[in-house]
């Protein structure tokens, strides 16, 4: 199975394939107190150096990777559909019991990981 999604999202990379839809029956996923969820897709950097600050903080994380799982990917598309229904679905995605904070950037992680209040919400590095 994990060669098949694999194979569908070389497909997506190359053009050859649009996203499945939004599955609407699919909620956001709560995040119990304490606990960290972060979305991320194979290949991103910035996903990479969300993993790193967390690593360095001595956090480990739940890891929803959207390259291997399509329950991932589904519960991406919620979190965007609820959230930031505006905007393109992205990653890195960050996921506390508290808040969210959508994209890369060092100073707005360590503002979440301590409970802060983000101070910087629109300048962030992501992947499609």
């Known amino acids: 199975m994990k060669k098949g999604l694999l194979f569908f999202f070389f497909l997506l990379l190359a053009g ?12 956001v996923p709560q995040v119990p107190e ?22 360095d903080a001595l956090i480990v994380p739940h890891i929803r990777n959207i390259t291997e799982s399509r329950q991932a990917y589904q519960e991406l598309l919620a979190i965007h559909r ?9 990653v890195p995605v960050i996921l506390t019991h508290q808040d969210i904070l959508r994209g890369y ?9 301590v409970g802060e209040e983000i101070s910087d919400r629109e300048n962030h590095q992501s992947c499609p």
Do not use: K, M, W
């Open 34 to 55: 304490g606990e960290v969820v972060v979305y991320i897709r194979d290949g991103c950097p910035y996903c990479a150096h969300t993993l790193d600050i967390l690593a």
């Open 105 to 113: 950037n060092a100073q707005s992680l360590n503002e979440l990981l």
């Open 16 to 27: 050859c394939t649009t996203l499945p839809p939004a599955d609407p029956s699919i909620s």
């Open 82 to 90: 609820v959230h930031f229904p505006e905007q393109e679905p992205i």
